[in-house]
């Protein structure tokens, strides 16, 4: 007799949080920023470069900057896309690293 199906909900519940085993919302929003940034970084680049998009939006939500600081938040991000974008080498890493900078200035 197989225990397979039980051990693989099991496993299930506890990565994604169902079986008590709760992700602070923090850490899910981070990885979701990670693997966003990393899976957009072109169309990102776009978006940063003009200081609007669906992309750099989602960005600043997931960063969760206060509606009333968007706008400056993408304007500064404009101003700052040599930084951001500084390479040819630059990693999504290196992308998030420096818009949590700028979100925190």
Same mark, same amino acid.
């Given at each position: 007799r197989?225990?397979? /199906?039980?051990?693989?909900?099991?496993?299930?519940? $506890?990565?994604?949080g169902?079986? /008590?085993?709760?992700?602070?919302?923090?850490?899910?929003?981070? &990885?979701?920023?990670?693997?966003?940034?990393?899976?957009?970084?072109?169309?990102l680049?776009?978006? $940063?470069?003009? /200081? &609007? /998009?669906?992309?750099?939006?989602?960005?600043?939500?997931?960063?969760? $900057?206060?509606?009333?600081?968007?706008?400056?938040?993408?304007?500064?991000?404009? &101003?700052?896309?040599?930084? $951001?974008?500084?390479s040819?080498?630059?990693?999504?890493l290196?992308?998030?690293?420096?818009?949590?900078?700028?979100?925190?200035?």
């Open positions: 197989s225990t397979n /199906g039980t051990f693989g909900n099991q496993t299930f519940a $506890i990565s994604s169902t079986l /008590g085993a709760e992700q602070p919302s923090t850490l899910v929003r981070t &990885e979701t920023l990670k693997i966003f940034v990393a899976n957009n970084m072109d169309t680049a776009q978006d $940063i470069a003009v /200081g &609007e /998009g669906e992309y750099l939006s989602t960005v600043v939500e997931l960063l969760d $900057i206060p509606a009333e600081n968007q706008a400056s938040f993408c304007q500064r991000a404009r &101003e700052n896309f040599a930084t $951001i974008y500084g040819e080498k630059v990693t999504h290196d992308v998030l690293s420096a818009l949590r900078d700028l979100s925190q200035s």
